[in-house]
């Protein structure tokens, strides 16, 4: 998991699979908690089942916004013009959501201001 989240391994998404209760939720926030120690992580939410906003999509995106605009300040600027756009960004779909908040403000960085503080 190290090799794929130092961005060593070419594929994109990194798929933890096994049976539940298998650890795999723990091994996920494990690894999210010692990149956010290592100011390497910009974003990450964990769903839960049963457990309010957590237990949906609802708030997936806005989240993680608001985390990448704090991780990385140089994306603050690009996401709230994102919300500026469209102020009914909240209601909104997951996918406008997404790429009004995530992927287009991400797009904006050129490669050499995105390093966290």
Known sequence: MHTWADGQDKRCIFWLN???G???STIARTIARRYFEKK???ASFFFTKGSGDVSHAGKFVTSVAVQLGSSVPSLHGHICAGITNRSDIASQSLRDQWHQLVLRPLSKLDGTNCHCP
């Open 22 to 24: 298998t650890g795999k």
């Open 40 to 42: 390497q992580l910009g």
């Open 18 to 20: 096994s049976l539940a």
